[in-house]
């Protein structure tokens, strides 16, 4: 060891350099240490830097400074002018070699020295106190390969180098073969100067996203600028793929590096479509408007002359409230225009808003709002998304509700709207309101003492509607046609209840209804003998339409079990609930007057019509009842033997559900029995769901299919009934396991106790939304294997033909299926389809191939046939900020 040498076992903790190169030193000659006690006894002199003559075993891996005695002592110590504002704290694994007089310490094998917030690592360090400099270098192994990388970490940025030379009195660095990361991308540069306020300034360097220390990817500029939380700016760049370069140059090149809001603009993606031609879609502007607005207006056009745009403001104010709008207008042209009957233009809007209010804002009110209406052919022009595609209905609600606290009433206010594009008719609801009171127990103490008598459970309440309602087709808007449809009414219903126990498990429900409906108008039909249609009148006033009924209805559960006498007998029980009810009700007709015979054809066949046919609330019913409903339900389940259970046993489920009903209408002249309603539902293994339902009409028809007033079971040929309608489904998925479900279920849970941000984009979501769906090969989970999700529906409808001769039967079948599975990790086929059993024909089809490539990503969308057909191929970057470096390829064929 040289004179002036103090070396150190590894792990050396923290000091002040100032403290360590100013204290008094002995004269050059090798070092001594003084006995611990005799240093600490005397304290004349100022103490050198304590270390220890011998380490103990316990501690040879790591010796610890007393910092505390050091800074404490201040008796003759002189601050040196080249002192640092902060203490140093340094460590290393092999040894540390400090030059006293030169100043100098060294740091060997897996070197950290931190200062304030800068802290720098490396397989070796040289500090020199003079200059302030700081050297750190990489090492090599036995092998000569890199080892123990330096890397800088400056709080905001971290960077890896061979190595750098950092100066902790100005801040400044100089960096050689880095490679730093800025947000999603990566900084690889031969060499950097790296500024007090943490700038950069690079040579030779490479951009790429790709995480790989050599890139698949990257553009190569010949000088960079970095400033922090900002931006990365470079001259002109080339991309490389793979390290060769290739002929795509541009002049410069801007990546954001920032986080929030930005305003700026958005490139649009290159398309090519059969009908429209080539086009740029989705390009426009971000207007970052502060924390509560902004707006993106975006624009797409082809070179057949076709058009559109959007604009999609949206607003948000935390822990109160967030929403946002979008308008589209698209002018669609497509054929030949010289040649009328291929030639086709098109003018199409649609708006949607969406509002909601954070439930803490305002307790007791709430505010939202979900709207959507639009052209009944901007889908077919505009929209290639198979849901929505597919979809030929757009509906809208407007919603205020308030709830007073501690009163028993609450109002609700609504706006409703719903369009069916392939009809083209509208029909709104505007305004839709209700005021309700909940049920009031009159005869009830204030003070309950004992169990309450008979009379205290009586309950009444009140319900309160009004709606206004249109119905219009598309062409009659805002005419008179539009208005003359207009209907106006309100209701009233005021139920009395009372619950009486008749026994342990009997329990009988009486009540009482009464309903009183106001309208503003009657509507009156006739034959019209010459036009051979019905005629419409109107006649406008005030009317009333009452209905009353009464009844009551007893209901209880009875238990059955059977148990498996052998021990050894996998299932141990099986049990089954009957829930059977029965009740009586009675209901006056109040509404014989509301009723007009009406002739409908030229026959001369008539049936009885309702001046209120199609009002709001409808008509109130035309003949007494004064009968009996009755019903029952099942519910089937089984106790097995199960290893995963604590107890040992399991319950398994063989019906969750299987129930019939009917009702017996005594005063009825004719039909008092009606129909039977079935219903069953399952869940078999936890898997497979079942439902079915159908109707069983109990009575005879005639040779033309009409009724008539005799059981079936009194025929003929004996006979429970027709099944005239039926229908069952069934639903299943399977998926192989995720290996990161757990880490993924842990995610959703963080960002659901995080909640929404203040900035999140509404419309920029609802975007990517439609991306995913339009280019499911670019959202790809790999982590699951194989996935199939499958699901079938029967349906069965028994009618009559049109000349009423002979019984049709209609039976309506369907198949879907979707799902993926890969063919390698990094393959995925993803397909969704199905088939119509009736029609003999496969339904709307989507095939989807895609390519994991690291950071790149291929995907292949087919739609194979149908009046909507589409390719597409598309290779993109998968980090975000290269969303927009994609290669595409797309057709796109339309039978309209």
């Not at 159908?694 to 079936?712: K, L, S």
């Amino acid at each position: 060891m040289l004179k002036d040498e103090i070396a150190f076992a590894a792990g050396f903790q923290p000091v002040h350099f100032n403290k360590i190169f100013t204290d008094t030193v002995p004269q050059p000659h090798p070092v001594t240490f003084p006995d611990r006690k005799a240093l600490e006894a005397d304290t004349s002199r100022p103490r050198p830097v304590p270390v220890p003559d011998s380490i103990p075993p316990a501690t040879a891996d790591s010796i610890r400074l007393d910092t505390a005695a050091v800074k404490t002592d201040t008796t003759g110590v002189r601050l040196s002018k080249d002192s640092l504002t902060a203490p140093v704290n340094y460590k290393a694994e092999d040894s540390i070699v400090m030059l006293v007089k030169k100043k100098e310490f060294r740091l060997y094998k897996k070197a950290d020295v931190k200062y304030e917030n800068t802290q720098l690592t490396g397989n070796t360090m040289d500090f020199n106190q003079a200059t302030g400099i700081l050297t750190s270098r990489m090492g090599l192994d036995t092998a000569g390969k890199p080892m123990d990388k330096a890397a800088l970490n400056d709080g905001a940025t971290s960077s890896e180098m061979d190595s750098v030379q950092y100066n902790f009195n100005t801040g400044k660095a100089m960096i050689y073969q880095t490679r730093a990361q800025y947000g999603e991308g990566f900084v690889a540069s031969d060499k950097v100067k790296k500024q007090p306020d943490n700038t950069i300034f690079g040579f030779r360097n490479g951009y790429t996203t790709c995480n790989l220390d050599t890139p698949h990817f990257s553009f190569r500029a010949k000088k960079i600028k970095v400033i922090p939380n900002k931006l990365i700016v470079s001259g002109p760049a080339n991309l490389e793929i793979e390290g060769i370069p290739t002929p795509l140059f541009i002049p410069f090149a801007i990546f954001p590096i920032s986080s929030g809001q930005r305003t700026g603009l958005l490139p649009p993606q290159y398309v090519v479509n059969q009908q429209k031609g080539l086009g740029l879609e989705n390009g426009g502007y971000y207007f970052g408007l502060g924390e509560y607005l902004d707006v993106t207006l975006r624009a797409n056009i082809y070179s057949y002359g076709s058009w559109g745009t959007t604009i999609s403001p949206t607003y948000r104010k935390r822990y109160k409230y967030n929403g946002g709008f979008n308008f589209s207008y698209a002018l669609t042209r497509t054929g030949d225009q010289e040649v009328k009957e291929d030639f086709t233009r098109s003018k199409d809007f649609q708006f949607s808003w969406s509002h909601s209010q954070d439930g803490k804002a305002r307790p007791g009110t709430n505010f939202g709002a979900s709207v959507q209406f639009g052209t009944s052919t901007f889908n077919q022009y505009n929209v290639f998304d198979a849901s929505r595609r597919l979809n030929n209905n757009m509906s809208s609600s407007i919603n205020y509700s308030k709830s007073w606290v501690g009163k028993p009433y609450n109002l609700t206010l609504a706006a409703n709207h719903n369009q069916n594009n392939l009809t083209r008719q509208y029909n709104i609801n505007f305004p839709d309101g209700s005021f309700n009171v909940n049920t009031l127990y009159p005869f009830q103490r204030q003070e309950m003492v004992g169990n309450p008598k008979w009379y205290e459970k009586i309950g009444v309440s009140y319900n309160a509607l009004l709606r206004n309602n249109v119905r219009f087709a598309d062409s009659t808007f805002g005419t008179a046609a539009m208005f003359d449809n207009l209907q106006a009414g309100m209701q009233h219903q005021i139920p009395i209840t009372l619950s009486i126990p008749l026994t342990r498990n009997i329990i009988m429900t009486p009540n009482v209804n009464y309903t009183e409906k106001w309208y503003i108008r009657q509507q009156h039909l006739a034959w019209n003998p010459v036009d051979q249609n019905l005629d419409t009148t109107y006649e406008n006033g005030f009317f009333r339409s009452s209905a009353m009924s009464t009844g009551a209805s007893l209901s209880t559960a009875i238990y059955g079990m059977y148990g498996f006498k052998s021990k050894k007998s996998r299932v141990q029980a099986i049990r089954h609930v009957m829930r059977p009810n029965v009740g009586f009700n009675y209901s006056p007709n109040l509404a014989a007057n509301e009723y007009d015979s009406l002739q409908v054809d030229a026959q001369g066949r008539k049936i009885l019509y309702s001046y209120y046919q199609g009002a709001p609330f409808g008509g109130s019913p035309n003949q007494t009842f004064a009968g009996l409903t009755f019903g029952i339900d099942n519910n089937l389940e089984m106790k097995v033997k199960s290893s995963k259970d604590t107890s040992g046993f399991r319950k398994v489920k063989i019906l969750d559900g299987f129930g019939i009903s009917s009702s017996y209408n005594l005063v009825a002249d004719s039909f008092k029995l009606s129909p039977f309603m079935l219903n069953a539902r399952t869940n078999l293994w936890d898997k497979v769901n079942i439902s079915a339902s159908g109707t069983f009409d109990p009575y005879q028809v005639n040779q033309f299919g009409r009724r008539i007033d005799a059981y079936a079971w009194n025929g003929d040929n004996f006979s429970l009934g027709r099944l005239t309608n039926a229908n069952i489904a069934l639903s299943t998925s399977f998926q192989s396991q995720d290996p990161k479900s757990k880490e993924k279920q842990r995610q959703k849970e963080e960002m659901e106790e995080e909640g929404a941000l203040p900035e999140a984009q509404l419309e920029e979501q609802r975007r990517q939304l439609e991306m995913m769906r339009a280019n499911p090969g670019d959202y790809v989970d790999f982590d699951i294997p194989w996935r199939l999700d499958l699901s079938y529906s029967l349906n069965y409808t028994r009618g009559r033909s049109a000349d009423l001769l002979r019984d049709t039967t209609i039976f309506t079948q369907f198949l879907g299926f979707n799902g993926d599975f890969s063919l390698t990790p990094k393959w995925k086929i993803i397909m969704s389809s199905g088939f119509d059993f009736r029609l003999k024909q496969i339904s709307y089809t989507t095939l989807t191939i895609s390519r994991d490539l690291h950071c790149w990503q291929m995907s292949i969308n087919l739609v194979p046939f149908g009046s909507y057909r589409q390719f597409s191929i598309t290779i993109n970057p998968k980090a975000g900020i290269l969303r927009d470096l994609r290669i595409n390829r797309t057709r796109q064929f339309l039978d309209l």
